[in-house]
């Protein structure tokens, strides 16, 4: 495998890949099964059911494109790890109880748990290139 492969953010981005798709269509089997083909028109379940999707969609890309910062700088293998399964959490958790309740503290907590990989990566990132000092500009 190539050395600047970022092996372990790779396995995430297939993940929530995956995730998408499903959450994706499961807008549009709503949207079908209710006969609502732009916005939620009231429904709301329909509601909660697009601002999950659109706030996974929101949040995960950019915290895997800093997971694959951090990791390409020479971030620890655990801490890679560790980040993306408490980005996995977050987003599992922050889905859920959009669709289910649309509002309550473990939506602020699944935030929490969104922030700190998302924060976290950035951080490391930063981190590894003061270090670097001059020799990365």
Do not use: C
């Not at 190539?2 to 709503?30: D, K, S």
């Not at 950019?62 to 890679?80: C, F, N, R």
């Amino acid at each position: 495998m190539h050395e600047m492969l970022p092996a372990i953010t790779l396995y995430f981005v297939a993940i929530f890949a995956l995730i998408q798709v499903v959450i994706t269509n499961l807008v549009g089997v709503a949207r079908i099964k209710n006969e609502v083909h732009f916005y939620d028109e009231g429904d709301i379940a329909l509601r909660r059911n697009v601002r999950a999707h659109g706030n996974f969609t929101e949040t995960v890309p950019i915290t895997l494109l800093a997971m694959a910062g951090a990791e390409l700088v020479g971030t620890p293998a655990y801490l890679l790890w560790t980040g993306g399964l408490i980005l996995l959490a977050g987003r599992g958790l922050h889905y859920w109880i959009i669709r289910r309740h649309g509002w309550g503290n473990a939506r602020s907590i699944s935030m929490i748990l969104t922030f700190i990989p998302m924060g976290g990566f950035a951080v490391a990132i930063l981190w590894h290139l003061v270090q670097m000092g001059s020799a990365a500009l």
